[in-house]
Protein backbone atom coordinates (compact mmCIF):
# COMPACT_ATOMS: atom_id res chain seq x y z
CA UNK A 1 0.00 0.00 0.00
CA UNK A 2 2.12 3.16 -1.40
CA UNK A 3 -0.21 5.54 0.34
CA UNK A 4 -1.80 8.67 -1.46
CA UNK A 5 0.52 9.94 -3.79
CA UNK A 6 0.89 13.56 -4.71
CA UNK A 7 2.59 14.96 -7.96
CA UNK A 8 4.32 17.46 -8.12
CA UNK A 9 6.24 17.68 -4.41
CA UNK A 10 7.14 21.30 -5.42
CA UNK A 11 6.07 23.30 -7.70
CA UNK A 12 6.83 27.20 -8.59
CA UNK A 13 4.85 29.16 -11.97
CA UNK A 14 5.26 32.50 -12.79
CA UNK A 15 1.82 34.69 -12.06
CA UNK A 16 -0.52 34.69 -14.43
CA UNK A 17 0.38 30.57 -15.58
CA UNK A 18 -1.61 27.33 -14.82
CA UNK A 19 -0.54 24.59 -12.66
CA UNK A 20 -2.32 21.48 -12.37
CA UNK A 21 -1.87 19.28 -8.96
CA UNK A 22 -2.39 15.10 -9.39
CA UNK A 23 -3.67 12.65 -6.83
CA UNK A 24 -3.55 8.69 -6.69
CA UNK A 25 -5.64 8.17 -4.15
CA UNK A 26 -5.32 4.71 -1.87
CA UNK A 27 -6.79 2.00 -4.19
CA UNK A 28 -10.38 0.72 -2.88
CA UNK A 29 -10.89 4.00 -1.99
CA UNK A 30 -14.09 6.07 -2.89
CA UNK A 31 -14.03 9.07 -0.95
CA UNK A 32 -11.26 11.76 -2.44
CA UNK A 33 -10.35 15.09 -0.90
CA UNK A 34 -8.84 17.98 -1.42
CA UNK A 35 -7.85 20.24 1.25
CA UNK A 36 -5.27 23.47 0.96
CA UNK A 37 -2.97 24.54 3.92
CA UNK A 38 -1.41 28.02 4.38
CA UNK A 39 0.17 29.54 7.65
CA UNK A 40 -2.49 32.01 7.91
CA UNK A 41 -5.52 30.18 7.07
CA UNK A 42 -4.41 26.63 7.94
CA UNK A 43 -5.90 23.80 6.43
CA UNK A 44 -9.29 24.75 4.72
CA UNK A 45 -11.93 22.13 2.55
CA UNK A 46 -11.66 22.72 -1.00
CA UNK A 47 -13.60 19.78 -2.67
CA UNK A 48 -14.61 16.19 -2.89
CA UNK A 49 -15.47 13.38 -4.86
CA UNK A 50 -16.79 10.10 -3.63
CA UNK A 51 -17.17 7.08 -6.68
CA UNK A 52 -15.42 9.45 -9.14
CA UNK A 53 -18.22 11.96 -8.86
CA UNK A 54 -17.97 15.51 -7.75
CA UNK A 55 -20.28 15.72 -4.46
CA UNK A 56 -19.43 18.90 -2.49
CA UNK A 57 -17.11 21.68 -3.71
CA UNK A 58 -18.04 24.73 -1.62
CA UNK A 59 -14.24 25.41 -0.35
CA UNK A 60 -13.27 25.86 -4.21
CA UNK A 61 -12.97 29.56 -5.52
CA UNK A 62 -15.21 30.33 -7.54
CA UNK A 63 -12.70 31.22 -10.12
CA UNK A 64 -9.56 29.97 -11.90
CA UNK A 65 -9.82 26.49 -9.75
CA UNK A 66 -11.45 23.74 -10.87
CA UNK A 67 -11.06 19.69 -9.61
CA UNK A 68 -11.71 16.74 -11.88
CA UNK A 69 -11.69 12.45 -11.09
CA UNK A 70 -11.56 11.12 -14.77
CA UNK A 71 -10.92 7.81 -12.80
CA UNK A 72 -10.69 5.91 -9.95
CA UNK A 73 -7.09 6.13 -9.62
CA UNK A 74 -6.37 10.16 -9.97
CA UNK A 75 -7.55 13.57 -9.42
CA UNK A 76 -6.36 16.69 -10.85
CA UNK A 77 -6.75 20.03 -9.23
CA UNK A 78 -6.35 23.13 -11.55
CA UNK A 79 -5.25 26.54 -10.90
CA UNK A 80 -5.39 29.09 -13.94
CA UNK A 81 -3.81 32.56 -13.81
CA UNK A 82 -2.18 31.76 -10.77
CA UNK A 83 -1.95 34.14 -8.44
CA UNK A 84 0.57 34.77 -5.20
CA UNK A 85 -2.10 34.65 -2.82
CA UNK A 86 -2.54 30.57 -4.59
CA UNK A 87 0.71 29.81 -3.01
CA UNK A 88 0.12 27.07 -0.34
CA UNK A 89 0.51 23.10 0.44
CA UNK A 90 -2.32 21.38 -1.51
CA UNK A 91 -2.71 18.29 0.02
CA UNK A 92 -4.89 15.38 -0.98
CA UNK A 93 -6.83 13.00 0.42
CA UNK A 94 -8.69 9.19 0.45
CA UNK A 95 -11.42 7.09 2.54
CA UNK A 96 -12.99 3.96 1.67
CA UNK A 97 -16.05 5.82 2.28
CA UNK A 98 -16.97 9.34 2.69
CA UNK A 99 -17.02 10.14 6.45
CA UNK A 100 -17.40 6.95 8.20
CA UNK A 101 -13.61 5.98 7.94
CA UNK A 102 -10.36 7.18 8.66
CA UNK A 103 -8.93 9.94 6.21
CA UNK A 104 -5.28 9.66 4.73
CA UNK A 105 -3.31 12.23 3.66
CA UNK A 106 -0.53 12.74 0.92
CA UNK A 107 2.42 14.16 1.72
CA UNK A 108 1.22 17.25 -0.35
CA UNK A 109 2.13 19.62 -3.40
CA UNK A 110 3.57 22.83 -2.09
CA UNK A 111 3.08 25.11 -4.95
CA UNK A 112 4.80 29.30 -5.01
CA UNK A 113 3.75 31.82 -7.37
CA UNK A 114 6.02 33.83 -7.81
CA UNK B 1 -12.91 26.26 10.85
CA UNK B 2 -14.84 28.37 13.29
CA UNK B 3 -16.86 25.16 13.99
CA UNK B 4 -13.52 23.70 15.74
CA UNK B 5 -11.57 25.24 18.37
CA UNK B 6 -8.50 24.33 18.96
CA UNK B 7 -6.39 24.61 22.46
CA UNK B 8 -4.05 25.60 23.12
CA UNK B 9 -2.29 26.35 20.70
CA UNK B 10 1.44 25.79 21.41
CA UNK B 11 2.69 23.75 24.08
CA UNK B 12 5.90 22.81 25.84
CA UNK B 13 6.41 19.52 27.82
CA UNK B 14 9.58 17.76 29.00
CA UNK B 15 10.06 14.00 28.38
CA UNK B 16 8.10 11.66 30.75
CA UNK B 17 5.69 14.09 31.61
CA UNK B 18 1.67 14.04 30.49
CA UNK B 19 -0.54 16.40 28.64
CA UNK B 20 -3.44 17.19 26.77
CA UNK B 21 -5.01 18.90 23.98
CA UNK B 22 -8.72 19.96 23.22
CA UNK B 23 -11.08 20.26 21.03
CA UNK B 24 -14.62 22.14 21.40
CA UNK B 25 -16.91 22.27 18.65
CA UNK B 26 -19.88 25.05 18.39
CA UNK B 27 -21.95 22.58 16.51
CA UNK B 28 -22.42 18.72 16.99
CA UNK B 29 -20.53 16.70 15.56
CA UNK B 30 -20.80 12.89 13.58
CA UNK B 31 -17.13 11.72 13.93
CA UNK B 32 -13.69 13.41 15.48
CA UNK B 33 -10.40 12.31 13.35
CA UNK B 34 -7.06 13.66 15.07
CA UNK B 35 -3.56 14.17 13.48
CA UNK B 36 0.14 14.86 13.89
CA UNK B 37 1.59 17.25 11.05
CA UNK B 38 5.54 15.64 11.32
CA UNK B 39 8.66 18.20 10.12
CA UNK B 40 7.98 17.36 6.29
CA UNK B 41 4.29 18.21 6.30
CA UNK B 42 3.07 14.36 6.08
CA UNK B 43 -0.45 14.38 8.19
CA UNK B 44 -0.48 11.42 10.16
CA UNK B 45 -4.05 9.94 11.11
CA UNK B 46 -3.70 8.98 14.79
CA UNK B 47 -7.29 7.94 15.99
CA UNK B 48 -10.77 8.13 14.19
CA UNK B 49 -13.63 8.18 16.42
CA UNK B 50 -17.45 8.17 16.28
CA UNK B 51 -18.01 7.89 19.93
CA UNK B 52 -16.23 6.90 22.98
CA UNK B 53 -12.51 6.64 23.30
CA UNK B 54 -9.25 5.07 22.11
CA UNK B 55 -5.92 3.96 23.48
CA UNK B 56 -2.90 3.78 21.04
CA UNK B 57 0.16 2.93 23.37
CA UNK B 58 0.82 6.67 25.15
CA UNK B 59 -1.61 8.31 23.62
CA UNK B 60 -5.74 8.17 24.35
CA UNK B 61 -8.30 10.22 22.33
CA UNK B 62 -12.13 10.61 24.05
CA UNK B 63 -15.12 12.19 21.79
CA UNK B 64 -18.23 12.90 24.15
CA UNK B 65 -20.73 10.58 23.30
CA UNK B 66 -22.91 12.82 24.42
CA UNK B 67 -23.11 15.83 23.44
CA UNK B 68 -20.46 15.07 21.01
CA UNK B 69 -19.36 18.89 21.80
CA UNK B 70 -15.55 18.05 22.22
CA UNK B 71 -12.87 16.01 21.59
CA UNK B 72 -9.45 15.68 24.40
CA UNK B 73 -6.10 13.86 23.38
CA UNK B 74 -3.63 12.68 26.03
CA UNK B 75 -0.28 11.97 25.58
CA UNK B 76 1.16 10.06 28.62
CA UNK B 77 4.95 9.66 29.11
CA UNK B 78 5.76 12.57 26.67
CA UNK B 79 8.91 11.80 24.74
CA UNK B 80 10.81 13.62 21.65
CA UNK B 81 9.97 12.03 18.91
CA UNK B 82 5.80 13.32 20.08
CA UNK B 83 6.62 16.50 19.35
CA UNK B 84 4.64 18.07 16.14
CA UNK B 85 1.85 19.61 15.62
CA UNK B 86 -1.50 18.04 16.62
CA UNK B 87 -5.09 18.91 14.34
CA UNK B 88 -8.18 17.68 15.37
CA UNK B 89 -10.65 17.44 12.68
CA UNK B 90 -14.69 16.84 12.81
CA UNK B 91 -17.51 15.92 11.01
CA UNK B 92 -20.58 17.78 11.58
CA UNK B 93 -23.99 15.80 11.79
CA UNK B 94 -25.95 16.22 9.08
CA UNK B 95 -25.21 16.46 4.99
CA UNK B 96 -22.03 17.23 5.34
CA UNK B 97 -19.10 14.29 4.62
CA UNK B 98 -15.64 16.47 4.65
CA UNK B 99 -13.60 17.56 7.67
CA UNK B 100 -13.26 20.90 9.74
CA UNK B 101 -9.52 21.12 10.80
CA UNK B 102 -9.25 22.59 13.97
CA UNK B 103 -5.82 25.22 13.97
CA UNK B 104 -3.62 22.64 15.60
CA UNK B 105 -1.47 22.41 18.71
CA UNK B 106 2.35 22.72 18.37
CA UNK B 107 3.89 20.47 20.47
CA UNK B 108 7.57 20.56 21.46
CA UNK B 109 9.07 17.99 23.98
CA UNK B 110 11.55 18.78 25.67
CA UNK B 111 14.22 16.81 26.86
Known amino acids: NAGVIQTPRHKVTGKGQEATLWCEPISGHSAVFWYRQTIVQGLEFLTY????????DSGMPKERFSAQMPNQSHSTLKIQSTQPQDSAVYLCASSLADSGNTLYFGEGSRLIVV | GDQVEQSPSALSLHEGTDSALRCNFT?????VQWFRQNSRGSLISLFYLASGTKENGRLKSAFDSKERRYSTLHIRDAQLEDSGTYFCAAVPTGFASALTFGSGTKVIVLP
Open chain 2, 27 to 31: TTMRS
Open chain 1, 49 to 56: FRNQAPID
